[in-house]
């Protein structure tokens, strides 16, 4: 739970692993504060590292390549399928279903 942009509450839901969480949280690269209220953690987020930041830049930058080429794989793969399909189908019922396929991987996935 939020209480601001920079202070984040944790409620564990098992109470004895609190250090635990404690401790992992210390661990980190972050530059935080950390108090508790009960049986509450609550965490002060100071200022991301530009490190990190460029380093989560790189990973999500890559991710997204990943993720479009992986995506023109499908693409090229119900492309092939529906040519097998044709002899099912027929060419106009297999290049209709193409079509309808290929518009929502564009549109909702490629965001074209």
């Not at 635990?20 to 049986?39: M, N």
């Not at 100071?46 to 499908?74: H, Q, T, W, Y």
Request: aromatic share 2%.
């Amino acid at each position: 739970m939020l209480r601001s942009s920079n202070v984040l509450v944790i409620n564990p839901f098992d109470e004895s692993h609190k250090d635990a969480v404690i401790k992992s949280i210390e661990g980190s690269k972050l530059d935080v504060q950390i108090t508790t209220e009960g049986g509450s953690i609550v965490v002060t987020l100071g200022a991301i590292p530009d490190e990190m930041k460029n380093e989560c830049l790189v990973k999500s930058k890559k991710l997204f390549e990943n993720c479009r080429e992986e995506l023109k794989e499908l693409r090229h793969t119900i492309v092939s399928e529906m040519k097998k399909l044709e002899k099912i189908l027929g060419q106009d019922e297999a290049r209709r279903i193409e079509k309808g396929i290929l518009e929502v991987v564009e549109k909702y996935i490629l965001n074209r």
